[in-house]
């Protein structure tokens, strides 16, 4: 038989093969180019109320005005910083991992046997998911702490589908 020719029927079975993968990162309403314009207005702002004070003698003001851009800057960047964080989530029938990535690049993973691991799913009537947990055998990994709840929803509705045919095989 030639090795060039492709062989048709069923396919070998794959349990390390994905199931499901998930890149789940913080959302940020405001890009870079936000940024600058944010910053750019509150800084006229500023040095406007700044003149207008210093010039009838309240000098001192105009310290003040400038120390609340400074602080609204750094407050940007701080979470911009914690934007970075991410988590990597994939099932295979064989492996649930779970990959943590901080802001500063520490990486966290751990492993969970689909078949015996539960999803919980913490849920308050009017607000919706507040927390997602993977269990099994006496450890837990919470999951997607910093999603918005609309995203909770759509990733626990995805990610308990995706765990069940893993468990079915």
């Known amino acids: 038989m ?20 998930a890149l789940l990162t913080p959302y940020r309403s ?3 180019r936000g940024f600058a ?3 750019a207005l509150f800084g006229a702002v500023c040095v406007g109320a700044g003149i207008l004070f210093a010039s009838q003698g309240a000098w001192p003001v105009l310290g003040f005005l400038g120390l609340d851009v400074i602080i609204l800057y750094f407050a940007f960047k701080l979470s911009y ?3 970075k964080a991410r988590e990597e989530v994939s099932i295979s029938r064989s492996d649930l991992s779970i990959r943590k990535i901080s802001p500063h690049g520490r990486v966290r993973e751990t492993h969970y046997q689909p078949a015996w691991t539960r999803f919980h799913v913490k849920r308050m009537e009017d607000v919706g998911i507040l927390r ?3 269990a099994s055998q006496g ?5 997607g702490q ?11 509705k995805a990610f308990g589908e995706a765990l069940g045919i893993a468990k079915r095989g």
Do not use: H, Y
């Open 139 to 143: 450890r837990s990994t919470e999951i």
């Open 37 to 39: 314009i944010t910053m």
């Open 146 to 156: 910093f999603l918005n709840p609309d995203d909770r929803e759509t990733f626990a």
């Open 132 to 134: 997602m947990d993977v």
């Open 81 to 83: 910083q914690a934007g």
């Open 30 to 32: 405001l890009g870079p």
């Open 2 to 21: 030639d090795d060039n020719l492709t062989r048709s029927g069923p396919q070998p079975f794959d349990a390390d093969k994905p199931i499901f993968e």
